[in-house]
């Protein structure tokens, strides 16, 4: 059912930009192998913490992205639908951030007592 | 731009002044507010981890396995929403159809996982709503996930019986595209909350 070329269907932005069945595989492949070095991640022995959770937020970002970009098709958008959505994301990051920050939960690196 | 724009006006209701769907629009708006939700959620959860004085700790409840399990699922039933819209844009009905209900299935499936995740949870490590902070924290984030995904199982299978009962076409493909926006968007909390809730210690 997967065209393997790619050029029997596309998706068009409101951009005008296409992604094709052939980026929407080659993405979804992507997606499995970081999901896959994530896990494998966490059972790497001795890898520091603060290295640990650099890693996995790096690779979280990523696949983020490629979901937003590709498969939600954003990156092929109109800059109104990108700003509709990346600017209440920023608040958000702000609001994890802040709250965080107002407890002192500066959890994600060891905390200092 | 602006005649093209005014054109589709004319001839389209959903478009506006800005040439763009206003549905569209609409869906991306809801989603940002939703990010803005989630971010209250997921920012609780990190301000109280490791802060109960009670009850399990995360390490000993996470099942990492079944959690990895469950993103995979996540991610594959992404691709399938695509090769729906794609399936229904090439005006291949049935084929779109078998896409969404098979997104719609993987989406069941991860609700059942964290079903028994929860219930494992509660009858085999005492931990409940009410035990502590990781608890009621935990809970509530991953409970109003598994709540998004329900409800998008539940669009896309209107969606299926829509293209089953003869009434979705390919002049119909935004609407698939805006259930695929939700979809996707679910997906993409999922990689926030794999991440940040289950894989870093």
Redesign the interface.
Known sequence: ??DPDGT????QG?GGGH?T?KT??N??IV??II?AL??A??YIPGIP?SL??GI??V??AL??YL??GF??HLKYD?Q??RA??V???M???A??????A??S?F??LPRSH | MADHAATHAVHDPNIGTTGLDHRKMGMWAFLGSDCMFFGSLIGTYLAYKGKSISGPSPRDVFDIPLTSYSAALLLASSLTMVLALAALQDDRVKVAARWLLATAAMGLHFVLNQVYEFWTFVHHHDLTLSTSLFGSSFFVLTGFHGAHVTGGVVWLLLLVGLAWGGRLDKRDHTKVEIAGLYWHFVDIVWIAIFTVIYLIP
């Open positions: 059912m997967v029997a269907a596309a998706t409101e992604v069945v929407y595989v993405v979804a997606l499995a999901t994530e896990v991640t966490l913490s640990l959770v996995l937020l690779m979280s696949k983020f979901v937003v498969f939600m109109h109104i639908m509709l959505f600017g209440p994301l608040i958000a990051i609001i994890i951030l802040a709250v965080m107002l407890f939960a959890l994600l």
